[in-house]
């Protein structure tokens, strides 16, 4: 069986926190759209099997770009990213009929900003690893909880030390993190990112540190830091 990997794109947002005419992964950044840019991250790598990109049904966007058709294997996305990401595992599993022993990395379309060296290293500590590791960063900040006041105001200060933030890629067994997934949605459990769900299995992912500039353009200002780091990797 190969050991090379499967990716999954949940890109089916509508990136409402962004305040765009257009969903965030579609915005133009360093002469290509966002979704351009975190497709290069893993077009071309040996390690890489394929690649299937959830799209919104409704996205008249994606069939305009150059890649369509040429790079990605495509799926429809879910109300939440959550759903999206089981589509494209189901599509994994169903369409392309993947092994479930083949692991799958599933990255945000919004985080274009993604090292070659971060995805390596993922690869290589999350090989073997059956609960499944993701990228992250220690917490640098202190950490403040609010109260229910507003505007709000600091009930105490949560204790950092292992307080981690959770990027993408993050990586798993296609069987396990599909099983993992769906029985989570299915008792209504809240998944934000993939661990969420492989932990609420009894499962504890690997933290990978990673880099901090591998940022998910959210906010408005974040599209000129993505811009500012993507050319500095070039
Ligand atoms: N139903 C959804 C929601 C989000 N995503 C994808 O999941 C990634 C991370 O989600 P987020 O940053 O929250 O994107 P949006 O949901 O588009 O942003 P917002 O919450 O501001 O609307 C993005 O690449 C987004 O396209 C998805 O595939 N399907
Ligand atoms: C998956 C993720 O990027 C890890 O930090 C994050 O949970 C996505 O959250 P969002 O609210 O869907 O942007």
Redesign the pocket.
């Known amino acids: 069986m190969s050991n090379k990997v499967w990716v999954v794109i ?9 305040q765009s005419d257009r ?3 579609y915005l133009p950044l360093g002469g290509k759209t966002v979704l351009e840019h975190t497709l290069a991250c893993f077009t071309g790598h040996p390690a890489v099997a394929g690649i299937v990109v ?1 799209v919104s049904t409704s996205d008249p966007y994606w069939p305009e770009l150059p890649v369509a058709g040429v790079s990605a294997h495509l799926a429809m ?5 959550a ?3 089981l589509n494209g595992l189901d599509y994994l599993r169903n369409k392309l009929r993947v092994a479930a022993e083949t692991n799958v990395l599933v990255h ?3 985080r274009p900003c993604l090292s070659r060296h971060d995805l390596n290293k993922l690869l290589a500590a999350g090989a073997e690893e059956g609960a499944g590791a993701i990228l992250a960063v220690p917490v640098r900040d202190t950490m403040k909880r609010a109260g229910m006041a507003s505007p709000p105001q600091i009930s105490h200060t949560e204790n950092r030390d292992g307080l981690w933030h959770a990027l993408t890629p993050q990586m798993a067994r296609l069987g396990v993190l599909r099983k993992a997934l769906a029985d989570a949605l299915q008792q209504g459990v809240t998944v934000t990112d993939e661990a969420s769900a492989l932990e609420y299995a009894g499962l504890n992912p690997l933290l990978v540190e990673g880099d901090a500039r591998n940022i ?1 353009i ?1 906010r408005p200002a974040d599209l000129a830091l993505a811009e500012f780091f993507l050319a500095a990797q070039s």
């Open positions: 949940p890109a089916a947002g509508v990136g409402s926190r962004m969903p965030k992964q959830v996305g879910g109300k939440e990213r759903d999206s990401v945000d379309a919004a998910k959210t």
